[in-house]
């Protein structure tokens, strides 16, 4: 029994290095809330934020090189790109109205009033960042995470709001990824 569990501990360990984990991060966030008067209050939170992830069947190799791909085509230029640990993305872009032609306010959410979203009129800066992770039985995993602030640019960049992914950007990237490997 003792031997099982030591096999067990030593695959687990090895399975554990076999790839970069996918960065699952908690952020300090400030949300101000600025009154008419022109004085405002500052809330100092947490933002957690957590990347999604895709089966993809086909090396990690291949899945990298068609993200790459994939980047370049929805127009997010890269400041991180890592071919031996499979992570690339940019951490901190700016983005008004759209991305790769698709309203920001399907990919991100930062309030607003109902009919105008902040995400259309708010200036962002946003973080996006793609893994890849070989799976053991020749597959992959591709994770992505999205996270970002916006801020209304009559106020100015002190003014910042967090924005929350919905989720699509993520899976538009995964699809896309998958289309391009079945070419």
């Known amino acids: ?104 306010q399907n990919y991100v959410d930062c309030g607003g009033q109902p009919g105008q979203p902040n995400a259309e009129t708010f200036d962002l800066s946003l973080s996006l960042m793609s893994y890849v992770t070989a799976g053991t039985d020749g597959g992959s995993t591709l994770t992505t995470r999205l996270s970002g602030v916006g801020s209304d640019p009559n106020h100015g960049q002190g003014n910042q709001m967090r924005c929350s992914s919905t989720g699509e950007l993520e899976a538009r990237i995964a699809t896309m990824v998958k289309l391009r490997l079945v070419k």
């Not at 600025?34 to 934020?49: I, K």
């Not at 993809?56 to 230029?77: F, G, H, N, S, W």
């Open 1 to 104: 029994m003792m031997h099982r569990l030591a096999l067990a501990v030593v695959v687990v360990s090895a399975c554990a290095k076999s790839g970069p984990a996918p960065d699952v991060s908690v952020t300090p966030v400030t949300d101000r809330i600025v009154f008419s008067t022109g004085s405002g209050v500052s809330l100092d939170r947490s933002a957690e934020t957590v990347g999604i992830t895709s089966a993809i069947a086909a090396p990690a190799e291949q899945v990298y090189t068609a993200l790459l791909a994939v980047y370049r085509d929805i127009k997010v230029p890269l400041t991180d790109a890592n071919q031996v640990q499979r992570i690339l993305g940019n951490q901190a872009f700016r983005i008004r109205r759209s991305l790769g032609g698709v309203p920001m």
